[in-house]
Every structure is written in structure tokens, then in C-alpha cells.
């Protein structure tokens, strides 16, 4: 998908680094990645399933191992992105797919006492 589609000024920001973005919208009720030049569409469910191919990926064999390619394709079942990914891409979008979910907690965790003091 690319970002002419997309209205950036209806979307949230959820995380930011140097490597890419999460963006939130909810008048669509999905999420959008922007990493590696690719501006992809997800539902939380499919970018939580996406993480966790991510996470899956033993980086450190990737690099000793000579038996490997340098390249790694990330995706899983029933998703419609493929990315090709390098060891630095990898460690990178890791970092993106982590800054992210430590913020939908944080978010929870704030919401969560706020209804608490007002109740």
C-alpha cells in the first residue's frame, strides 16, 4: 500500500526509531507499518502474529552459520506481506515491533488507572 492512499493526518503515531513507524487508525481499525520502504496495512491480531514470526528468527545463527543466506523472508500464514530481510533489518524491525507493543501496554496500563481513580 503506499502512502498516497493513505490519509497520514487521520493516523496515530504509536512508536517511532530511525528504522521505520507504527501508525494507528481508528476510523479503519487497523495499523500501519512503515519499515524498509513498505507501507503495510495490519490488524493487531496479524501484526501481533508478525511479531512473533519476527521474534522466532535466531539472529545470532543467522550470522555464524555458513550454511545460511544472509536473507531472511518474514511472514506467516494468511499474511499478505513478504519482507527480505537482512540480520540488521531483522534487529531493527525487532526493535520497532517491541517499542510498539511496550507502548499499546503502556496505554492499557494508563487507561487502566485513570478508570480507577475516576470510579
Known sequence: ME???VDLNQL???FADAHGAVY???KLNCLYLD???K???FS???LLKFKQAVERIDV???LLSSHRSDYEVVTFNGCEHIYLLNAVEIVSLKSLLQG???MFKLNHMISDCLYRLVS
Open 39 to 41: 507501507f503495510a496495512r
Open 24 to 26: 494507528q487508525s481508528d
Open 3 to 5: 502512502k498516497a492512499c
Open 100 to 102: 510498539t507493543f511496550v
Open 12 to 14: 496515530i503515531n504509536v
Open 35 to 37: 519499515f524498509g520502504g
Open 60 to 62: 545470532e545463527d543467522m
Open 44 to 46: 493487531f491480531n496479524s
